[in-house]
Nanobody, 114 residues
């Protein structure tokens, strides 16, 4: 089992910044991918950014240049620095851990006001 604890969501004005954190605990594989997905009201959950334990990253086109994913493998923690937020970034942000299993966090709300 892997447990994921997310933090850092909140309310911010358009143009502002937030930093999300997700700490994984439990039986963690040395090779894994951790990342962030989001779900806006009435929409499907979508990829935001992922990062492999080897360092490779993948971003949604809509966040490239504004969001940065990073991780601390020693702490099994992944971060998402979100800059230049806009109202379309509003949603519940979920952390995901993947090795040969998939685990999801509970989600953290991000609300961007205009």
């Amino acid at each position: 089992q892997v447990q994921l604890v997310e933090s850092g969501g909140g309310l911010v004005q358009a143009g502002g910044s937030l930093r999300l954190s997700c700490a994984a605990s439990g039986i963690i594989s040395s090779i894994n991918a951790m990342g962030w997905y989001r779900q806006a009201p009435g929409k499907q959950r979508e990829l935001v950014a992922t990062m492999h334990s080897g360092g490779s990253t993948n971003y949604a086109d809509s966040v490239k240049g504004r969001f940065t994913i990073s991780r601390d493998n020693a702490k099994n923690t992944v971060y998402l620095q979100m800059n230049s937020l806009n109202v379309e970034d509003t949603g519940v942000y979920y952390c995901r851990y993947t090795d040969y299993r998939v685990y999801w966090g509970q989600g953290t709300q991000v609300t961007v006001s205009s």
